[in-house]
């Protein structure tokens, strides 16, 4: 027997404003599509960005659904729209916020296991690392420079 140990480096940031300017424009755009949540049951409304290498953003909310599984992530929303309509654009980036109606989100939100997977494809699709960068609604912001440190043995199609 021996033993694997997986290390993930993270960077963290007090405030939005210590990143580069084009990094907090793009988490204000995340701030944009937060504010555009379809949120009724959860009431967490959840707003991603992703910069393309082109310089066009694009923006996802999470979209809910009384059917509930038939809801959708504000990642997977905004990088589906992404995949779909500039299928010949890298992804540079993408940044998250998150916020709660009913209490304060101060701590970074980082995206879920099915988004992290979705945001996963893309890295393996365009050969190429996505920056990830997440917040509540305010305050710290982490980023990390790919989605490989949030999903250790990740599944991909070499497995195929
Ligand atoms: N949600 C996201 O949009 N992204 C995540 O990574 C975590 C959860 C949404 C889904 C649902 O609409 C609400 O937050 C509560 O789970």
Redesign the pocket.
Known sequence: MKKIKIESEFEAYDDLKDLPQDIQDLMHAAFEARDAAY?PY?K?H?GAAIQLENGIVVKGS?Q?NAAYPS?L???RTAIYYAGANYTDQKINAIAISAKAQNKETLTPIA??GA?RQAIAEYEVKQGQSIAIYFMGERGSVFKSDSLSNLLPFIFTQEYL
Do not use: D, I
Request: glycine fraction near 8%; charged fraction near 15%.
């Open positions: 949120a959860s967490f959840v999470n809910e809801g992530c504000a990642e995206p879920c988004c």
